[in-house]
């Protein structure tokens, strides 16, 4: 995956182009996920006049975060940062939905919450017009049904033993993309095929464009010094089906080491 650290610099150039004077509240989840999210985004906001008004964690093992998306309504925040995983996105989403008088400019969902299995267990209308990071092709988007990658997948799929439902789920497509990406790996690693060859060809992988990847983004890493594989992001805002692009793909290859807390580097 994108590192978190990743993601929040895309959103973050995103804000300073389009809400530089953000007011943000961030939702984390209490553990080294959530405060990625934090830590990232507190090194990249410093100098801006972009100010965190109110950070509201929860535990993996809360039954909901109700109490938690209250206070963050009643912080003064105009943007919401949601770096919640599972269950607890469509909970936010909901719980945002139910807060009368509260109605932030911008709301952005962790990236691992952006396939319909998690965002379509929100209610009806919650996540309308959230954004977030996407790095693969939608399969609910109508816009890849004659692309190549995407017929590839989905007829494949069904052949070996997928469901019509599971070829639509964006899900099953980051597994079938990651799967190709471990074969080219391997099928570069040669014939002498040892955990150091293999691990040779994972970190010179130079524009791989496999799968499902978006255009645009690719698989890209070079030795220690840059072992992130994904640091090129679209922009997405849920329209209650698929994710709309908005903007350009932004690339911050070679630049995630710079904000990626050090406790994480190695991840």
Same mark, same amino acid.
């Given at each position: ?6 993601e ?39 100098g ?14 809360d039954?909901?975060?109700d ?33 009368s ?6 709301v952005?969902?962790?990236?691992t ?10 209610s009806?209308?919650?996540?309308e ?5 996407i ?11 004659? !692309? &190549?990658?995407?017929? %590839?997948?989905?007829?494949? /799929? +069904?052949?070996? $033993?997928?469901?019509?439902?599971? =070829?639509? *789920? ?6 079938w ?11 570069n ?10 691990m ?25 010094? !840059? &072992?992130?594989p994904? %640091?090129?992001?679209?922009? /997405? +805002?849920?329209? $209650?089906?698929?994710?709309?692009? =908005?903007? *350009? ?14 406790s994480?580097?190695?991840?």
């Amino acid at each position: 995956l994108p590192t978190y650290a990743t993601e929040m610099g895309v959103f973050v150039d995103y804000l300073k182009e389009n809400s530089p004077e953000a007011k943000v509240a961030i939702l984390f989840q209490n553990d080294d996920f959530g405060q990625e999210y934090v830590d990232s985004f507190e090194t990249l906001t410093e100098g801006t006049d972009i100010t965190v008004v109110t950070e509201e964690s929860y535990e993996p093992s809360d039954s909901d975060v109700d109490s938690q998306i209250t206070s963050i309504a009643n912080s003064g925040a105009d943007t919401v940062v949601l770096a919640a995983t599972a269950l607890k996105c469509p909970q936010a989403l909901d719980a945002l939905q139910a807060q009368s008088g509260f109605d932030p400019e911008t709301v952005w969902l962790s990236q691992t919450c952006t396939s319909s299995t998690v965002i379509g267990l929100s209610s009806p209308g919650a996540a309308e017009g959230v954004l977030s990071a996407i790095y693969l092709k939608d399969p609910a988007d109508p816009q890849w049904d004659d !692309d &190549p990658a995407m017929v %590839e997948f989905q007829e494949q /799929g +069904q052949a070996h $033993g997928l469901s019509a439902e599971q =070829v639509e *789920d964006g899900v099953v497509g980051i597994g079938w993309t990651f799967g190709q990406l471990l074969a080219e790996t391997i099928r570069n690693a040669g014939q002498d095929i040892t955990r150091e060859s293999i691990m040779q060809a994972a970190y010179s992988l130079d524009g791989l464009e496999v799968g499902l990847l978006l255009p645009g983004v690719t698989f890209t890493t070079n030795g220690a010094e !840059d &072992p992130f594989p994904i %640091e090129t992001l679209q922009i /997405g +805002q849920y329209n $209650g089906d698929f994710w709309d692009f =908005v903007g *350009d793909p932004i690339d911050l290859e070679g630049q995630s080491g710079q904000f990626t807390p050090a406790s994480e580097q190695g991840n």
